[in-house]
């Protein structure tokens, strides 16, 4: 703490100072957990679950929902204390209460830690296998993508699977299987088909980002494709073939529930995808790739709202 700022903290009223240390900790905890990505990752858990059809009651969709919030919390945390000091080396991430010292790794540990146990508490008595689902994806963020980005490329292929995970967590929290073994399969076809979705769309946004940041990249030692390969070939031909695949996998998507509105909007929003990223594959710099980025968050935003609006299967 600067000298020069003592002598006014300490006039101020101490409930004053607690109140801004409370705030400052609320802040830093939130840098640490990322609720935004957390908000996005409950969208698909509950679409996964809706695709998937039931009734279920405010208990169940709370357990389900807060139980994968606090594990992904979890696994964002851990994702920081394990890159702390990559973090450091660049600025986009400097700030991080970790990396910047506000907050001590002993303490996000027993965030992580205590996160983890709670979400999968609450996940546990709802369905066991979407507990187990919820801590493979969180094995996967923190033990396997986390440390493979300063190794290989082929980080962003392994780190996909854990964002597309949360759909499944949602299709075995509303009894998928059980529902399969049935004869009811529509539900079923509906979530894979969103599930791969998922794991696609993240190539082009992630290779947006990478590319963005490519020198902080660097710098810090990461193997994003963007690093290994600096003309930005590979990262631009990965998103464009990503995206393509994208394309029928968004028309299967409203086979299930036989909806020609579903089946327009998902065109329209893939078609846009593959646009946005084809030309960033061709032109690899920074105004294409921002492009990119903002494409990708609206083509999500357009596929998950059309999908609740228009494409729940006949069950």
């Known amino acids: 703490m600067s000298v020069a700022l003592e002598p006014a903290l300490s006039s101020l009223p101490a409930t004053s100072t607690a109140t801004t240390v409370q705030s400052s900790f609320a802040r830093d905890v939130a840098m640490l957990t990322r609720p935004k990505i957390a908000v996005m990752v409950l969208a698909t858990v509950a679409t996964g679950m809706w695709l998937t059809g039931g009734s279920f009651s405010p208990a169940v969709w709370f357990s389900v929902l807060a139980g994968t919030g606090l594990v992904a919390a979890s696994s964002s945390v851990a994702n920081q204390i394990l890159e702390q000091q990559l973090d450091r080396q660049m600025p986009r991430t400097a700030d991080r209460p970790l990396a910047s010292g506000r907050l001590r790794s002993s303490t996000a540990r027993w965030l992580t830690a205590i996160t983890l146990m709670a979400g999968t508490g609450l996940l546990v008595p709802v369905s066991l296998s979407a507990a187990a689902a919820a801590v493979f994806t969180w094995l996967v963020y923190v033990v396997a993508y986390t440390p493979l980005k300063q190794t290989t490329p082929l980080n962003t292929a392994v780190g996909a699977i854990s ?45 947006a980002i990478a590319w963005l940041y490519r020198h902080q990249y660097a710098g810090a030692g990461m193997r994003m494709l963007t690093v290994d390969d600096p003309t930005g070939l590979r990262a631009g031909g990965q998103a464009l073939a990503a995206a393509l695949a994208m394309v029928p996998v968004s028309l299967l998507l409203a086979v299930p529930s036989g909806s020609p509105r579903l089946f327009f909007a998902e065109a329209f929003a893939s078609g846009i995808y593959v646009a946005a990223t084809a030309h960033f594959a061709i032109r690899r710099d920074d105004t294409s790739a921002r492009r990119l980025l903002m494409a990708s968050l609206g083509t999500l935003a357009a596929v998950m709202i059309a999908v609740v609006v228009f494409g729940r299967p006949e069950l």
């Open 163 to 207: 964002g597309a995970m949360p759909v499944v967590i949602g299709w075995l929290a509303a009894d998928g299987p059980q529902r399969v073994l049935a004869g009811d399969v529509n539900g079923t076809l509906a979530a894979a088909a969103l599930t791969t979705i998922l794991y696609l769309w993240q190539f082009p946004h992630f290779m």
